[in-house]
């Protein structure tokens, strides 16, 4: 049973447009979440969090949108750079509890 | 500042042998942790050390094993090699106990079981 999910495998937005990267949660106790960003033969790098007391977190052109009620959130990327190119990862947890990660999404930025 | 640090960066054995990786944390992270990325999968957590010992483990089977160091450095045992366990082993430290604190990941250990 996967408690985070990333609906889509890969998403392809032009550079310069808005990219929008969903994950959905089925774990009500899910308190603080991560998004990571994984280029080829490389660890993943940290890029933003959010805990369930915020809806919103921005940092440079990376936003973090959490719907509570929803078990949702979402991450913008704007604008998006080629650079963005890679595979995100949203990861959850709850208090005293390990990372739960999705499965990752691809994003490709074309220029 | 040095980040995490993986070694090997590639790793190849055969069925039944043992392999052993090797993690360094981010100076004063005392929380360790190793993930498994099998191909075309995400990150499925293994262990979690801390302070020296375990703290919590994923659904793998008892032949995933590992510890931590007096200077929190760690290492992941994988005993009797099977070919599924072909999988990329990320390492990843934080400041503190487990939740809610931000993971850095190191560039992992590539395993390949022939």
């Known amino acids: 049973d996967q408690q985070v999910k990333q609906n889509s495998p890969s998403l392809s937005v032009q550079e310069g447009r808005i990219s929008i990267l969903n994950c959905d949660y089925t774990?009500?106790?899910?308190?603080?979440f991560l998004w990571y960003k994984k280029y080829p033969a490389e660890g993943p790098t940290f890029l933003i969090s959010?805990?369930?007391?915020?809806d919103k977190n921005e940092d440079g052109r990376f936003t973090v949108f959490l719907n509570k009620s929803a078990k949702h959130l979402s991450l913008h990327i704007v604008p998006s750079q080629p650079g963005d190119s890679a595979v995100y990862f949203c990861?959850?947890?709850?208090?005293?509890?390990?990372?739960?990660f999705g499965p990752g999404t691809r994003l490709s930025v074309l220029p | 500042e040095a980040g995490v640090t993986q070694s090997p960066t590639h790793l190849i054995k055969t069925r039944g042998q043992q392999a052993t990786l090797r993690c360094s944390p981010i100076?004063?992270?005392?929380?360790v942790y190793w993930y498994q990325q099998a191909l075309g999968l995400g990150l499925q957590f293994l262990l979690w050390y801390d302070e020296g010992e375990e703290r919590n483990r994923g659904n793998f089977p008892p032949r995933f094993s590992g510890r931590q160091f007096p200077n929190y450095s760690s290492e992941l045992n994988v005993n009797a090699l099977e070919l599924e366990d072909s999988a990329l082993y990320l390492c990843a430290s934080s400041l503190a106990q487990g939740a809610g604190e931000t993971q850095y990941f190191g560039p992992g250990t590539r395993l390949l079981v022939l």
């Open positions: 100076s004063g992270h005392t929380s």
């Open positions: 959010i805990s369930s007391i915020k």
């Open positions: 774990n009500s106790m899910f308190d603080y």
């Open positions: 990861a959850a947890s709850a208090v005293g509890q390990n990372f739960v």
